[in-house]
C-alpha cells in the first residue's frame, strides 16, 4: 500500500527484524493528538480522496481487516501533499503520514504521527534529492540525523507514484534502485524494483532488498496497478501498523486490497 516500514532494521539485521515491540500506554503529545482526531472528523482535510485500503495478516487472511487506511492528496505549488489516514477496527486514527512531492514523485518532505509507537517525526529532502536531514520524537525524546544518498528516495505515500512516473522504463526491462525512507531509524534502505508481469489487466512489480542480510528476514515487496488506469489494486509485504498479539505488537506483514476512488492514481 505504499504503507512501507521496516521497523528496526539496524545491526544485527536478522536479530532486529523479529524483535517485538511491546505494546505501551505512553501518550503522543497534545498537539499529535489533536491532529489525529482532527483527522478522524475531518478527513477531507487532508485533501481528495483517491482510494480506500483494507489490511489483511498474510498468516490470517480470512476475516475482517485488521487496520482501514484512505489516501488523500492536495495540490501544492510544487506538486502535491498525499497523506495515508490508517483507522483501527473502531475507527480511531492511529497512524498519518504524508508525503510532499514533486511532479514526478520525488519526494520532498515526509512526515509521520504514529500513536503506536508513540512517535513522531520527519525527514527534508535537499531539492537534488541527494541529502536528507532527519527530526524524530520518540517517547519524549528528540533526535536528529543526516544522510546523503545517491539513489532517487521513496516512502510510503511516494511510492506507487514513483512506479506510475517510471512505468514505461519499468516496463521496458529496468531494475530501479531506490532508497526507502524508515523515519524511526532515521535512514534509508535499499531497495531494487523491477516490473515482474502484467496478466489479467493487472501490472505487478518488486521491491527486493539490495542488502543480502536484509533479504534473507524481508520477502520482496509486491505492488500490484491497474495496467489501463495504473490505479491501486494490492500490495503485498511489510506494512507501518503494527499487529497487537497478545499485549504485544508486532510487525505486520500484510496483504492490502483496494478500493479506488479516483479514477486515475494521484
Same mark, same amino acid.
Given at each position: =500500500?505504499?504503507?512501507?516500514?521496516?521497523?528496526?532494521?539496524?545491526?544485527?539485521?536478522?536479530?532486529?527484524?523479529?524483535?517485538?515491540?511491546?505494546? &505501551?500506554?505512553?501518550? !503522543?503529545?497534545?498537539?499529535?493528538?489533536?491532529?489525529?482526531?482532527?483527522?478522524?472528523?475531518?478527513?477531507?482535510?487532508?485533501? &481528495?480522496?483517491?482510494?480506500?485500503?483494507?489490511?489483511?495478516?498474510?498468516?490470517?487472511?480470512?476475516?475482517?481487516?485488521?487496520?482501514?487506511?484512505?489516501?488523500?492528496?492536495?495540490?501544492?505549488?510544487?506538486?502535491?501533499?498525499?497523506?495515508?489516514?490508517?483507522?483501527?477496527?473502531?475507527?480511531?486514527?492511529?497512524?498519518?503520514?504524508?508525503? /510532499?512531492?514533486?511532479?514526478?514523485?520525488?519526494?520532498?518532505?515526509?512526515?509521520?504521527?504514529?500513536?503506536?509507537?508513540?512517535?513522531?517525526?520527519?525527514?527534508?529532502?535537499?531539492?537534488?534529492?541527494?541529502?536528507?536531514?532527519?527530526?524524530?520524537? *520518540?517517547?519524549?525524546?528528540?533526535?536528529?540525523? *543526516?544522510?546523503?544518498? &545517491?539513489?532517487?528516495?521513496? &516512502?510510503?505515500?511516494?511510492?506507487?507514484?514513483?512506479?506510475?512516473?517510471?512505468?514505461?522504463?519499468?516496463?521496458?526491462?529496468?531494475?530501479?534502485?531506490?532508497? =526507502?525512507?524508515?523515519?524511526?531509524?532515521?535512514?534509508?534502505?535499499?531497495?531494487?524494483?523491477?516490473?515482474?508481469?502484467?496478466?489479467?489487466?493487472?501490472? *505487478?512489480?518488486?521491491?527486493?532488498? *539490495?542488502?543480502? !542480510?536484509?533479504?534473507?528476514?524481508?520477502?520482496?515487496?509486491?505492488? /500490484?496497478?491497474?495496467?489501463?488506469?495504473?490505479?491501486?489494486?494490492?500490495?503485498?509485504?511489510? /506494512?507501518?501498523? =503494527?499487529?497487537?498479539?497478545?499485549?504485544?505488537?508486532?510487525? !505486520?506483514?500484510?496483504?492490502?486490497?483496494?478500493?479506488? /476512488?479516483?479514477?486515475?492514481?494521484?
Amino acid at each position: =500500500m505504499a504503507f512501507v516500514n521496516f521497523r528496526g532494521v539496524v545491526c544485527p539485521v536478522v536479530a532486529a527484524l523479529l524483535l517485538h515491540a511491546t505494546a &505501551s500506554s505512553a501518550q !503522543l503529545s497534545q498537539p499529535a493528538l489533536a491532529q489525529l482526531e482532527s483527522l478522524r472528523l475531518s478527513p477531507e482535510s487532508a485533501g &481528495s480522496l483517491v482510494y480506500r485500503g483494507d489490511t489483511f495478516a498474510q498468516h490470517a487472511p480470512s476475516g475482517p481487516p485488521l487496520y482501514r487506511y484512505e489516501r488523500r492528496v492536495l495540490p501544492t505549488p510544487t506538486g502535491l501533499t498525499a497523506s495515508h489516514i490508517t483507522r483501527d477496527p473502531t475507527g480511531r486514527v492511529i497512524l498519518v503520514e504524508a508525503a /510532499v512531492v514533486s511532479p514526478h514523485y520525488a519526494l520532498q518532505r515526509f512526515d509521520v504521527v504514529n500513536q503506536q509507537t508513540d512517535l513522531t517525526g520527519s525527514v527534508v529532502v535537499s531539492q537534488a534529492g541527494h541529502h536528507l536531514d532527519y527530526e524524530l520524537h *520518540s517517547k519524549g525524546t528528540v533526535s536528529r540525523a *543526516s544522510e546523503d544518498v &545517491s539513489d532517487p528516495v521513496v &516512502s510510503g505515500p511516494s511510492l506507487f507514484g514513483f512506479i506510475v512516473k517510471n512505468w514505461d522504463v519499468l516496463t521496458a526491462g529496468a531494475t530501479l534502485p531506490v532508497r =526507502m525512507v524508515v523515519l524511526q531509524d532515521k535512514t534509508t534502505y535499499g531497495f531494487d524494483l523491477r516490473f515482474e508481469k502484467q496478466a489479467h489487466g493487472q501490472a *505487478s512489480f518488486t521491491l527486493t532488498p *539490495s542488502s543480502f !542480510l536484509i533479504r534473507l528476514a524481508l520477502a520482496p515487496l509486491r505492488v /500490484v496497478l491497474d495496467a489501463d488506469t495504473r490505479n491501486a489494486v494490492r500490495y503485498e509485504g511489510r /506494512v507501518p501498523p =503494527m499487529e497487537n498479539v497478545s499485549g504485544k505488537l508486532k510487525d !505486520l506483514d500484510a496483504r492490502v486490497e483496494y478500493t479506488p /476512488v479516483s479514477p486515475i492514481y494521484r
